[in-house]
């Protein structure tokens, strides 16, 4: 009787850290998802920030899936017209799975990568931190593994909350 009770109470724990992990990473993932423009960040005179945006876009969901989308910008010119029109091509450069490792930090395994084949089935490790606001998502990566100081930043903008 006394294994069964230590048996059914190690069960019992186990679950209640199996779900504390996965709330803890659904509340991190959260406010994570949407889809992000990449943006440069840049001081006005007047010392406020502005964002000049990009054609790079970044996804996340809920289930920890993301993708990047890039857009390219091709002139339109008909034979006998003087005006060029753009038209924007827009094409996933990479797709992959989010891992949470920590209230700051996540794995992104690349599954394909379209652009540089060699980062196909790679992992990066990111940091992340938000702006004053949860719309601006500061962004370090490190190409080089842990180890390496060469961590490169980024800033990106919600364009998107994820479902809207």
């Keep these: 009787m006394k294994k069964r009770m230590f048996l059914l109470t190690v069960l019992l724990l186990c679950m209640s850290?199996?779900?504390?992990?996965?709330?803890?990473?659904?509340?991190?993932?959260?406010?994570?998802?949407?889809?992000?423009?990449?943006?440069e960040e840049v001081t006005k005179a007047d010392g406020e920030?502005?964002?000049?945006?990009?054609?790079?876009?970044k996804t996340i969901t809920k289930e920890k899936r993301y993708y990047v989308v890039?857009?390219?910008?091709?002139?339109?010119?008909e034979e006998n017209s003087k005006e060029t029109k753009i038209s924007t091509l827009s094409f996933i450069t990479q797709e992959g799975e989010l891992e949470i490792t920590s209230e700051?930090?996540?794995?992104?395994?690349?599954?394909?990568?379209?652009?540089?084949?060699?980062?196909?089935n790679t992992i990066s490790q990111l940091r992340f931190r938000?702006?004053?606001n949860k719309n601006i998502l500061y962004?370090?990566?490190?190409?080089?593994?842990?180890?390496?100081?060469?961590w490169i930043s980024e800033v990106w903008l919600r364009v998107i909350p994820f479902g809207a």
Excluded: C, M
Excluded at 70 to 77: E, T, Y
Excluded at 104 to 120: A, G, P, Q, R, V
């Design 70 to 77: 890039l857009g390219v910008n091709i002139p339109l010119k």
């Design 17 to 39: 850290t199996v779900n504390a992990q996965r709330v803890n990473e659904e509340s991190v993932i959260e406010p994570l998802a949407g889809t992000w423009q990449y943006v």
């Design 104 to 120: 700051s930090t996540y794995l992104e395994y690349i599954n394909n990568h379209y652009i540089d084949k060699n980062l196909n």
């Design 49 to 57: 920030k502005a964002y000049i945006g990009k054609q790079i876009y």
């Design 130 to 132: 938000f702006g004053e």
């Design 139 to 150: 962004i370090e990566y490190n190409l080089g593994g842990e180890e390496s100081p060469n």
